[in-house]
């Protein structure tokens, strides 16, 4: 089965920055493609970026562009997001998750992932 482990969370003011992490265990890491996922209350959730299994390719949300970057470690099984520029907006749940497929079509929605982990709390004050 498998396991995703967020962490790196916290509190930052506007225009800081944080850096998530995820750790994979369970399977095949360099299988998977990855993504994140956030989720602010009364919103839907909603994808932040989406990597593939190699790392060559990437999609990012138009809210993010330019200020977030997924990448990953195929050797140490690890996903990350770097946030730079932060905002108020920003300011939600945020999942790691697992797919064995990726989509060219729509790839950042959510129902495409089948593996979450539970989240890490990322807010950002103005």
């Known amino acids: 089965q498998v396991q995703l482990v967020e962490s790196g969370g916290g509190s930052v003011q506007a225009g800081g920055s944080l850096t998530l992490s995820c750790t994979f265990s369970?399977?095949?890491?360099?299988?998977?493609?990855m993504g994140w996922f956030r989720q602010a209350p009364g919103k839907e959730r909603e994808g932040v970026g989406v990597?593939?299994?190699?790392?060559?390719?990437?999609y990012y949300a138009d809210s993010v562009k330019g200020r977030f970057t997924i990448f990953r470690d195929n050797d140490a099984n690890t996903l990350s997001l770097e946030m730079n520029s932060l905002k108020p907006e920003d300011t939600a749940m945020y999942y790691c998750?697992?797919?064995?497929?990726?989509?060219?079509?729509?790839?950042?929605?959510?129902?495409?992932?089948?593996?979450w982990g539970q989240g890490t709390q990322v807010t950002v004050s103005s």
């Open positions: 369970g399977y095949t890491y360099s299988r998977y493609y």
């Open positions: 998750a697992a797919s064995p497929e990726g989509r060219q079509v729509r790839p950042l929605e959510p129902i495409n992932f089948g593996f």
């Open positions: 990597i593939s299994r190699g790392g060559g390719t990437t």
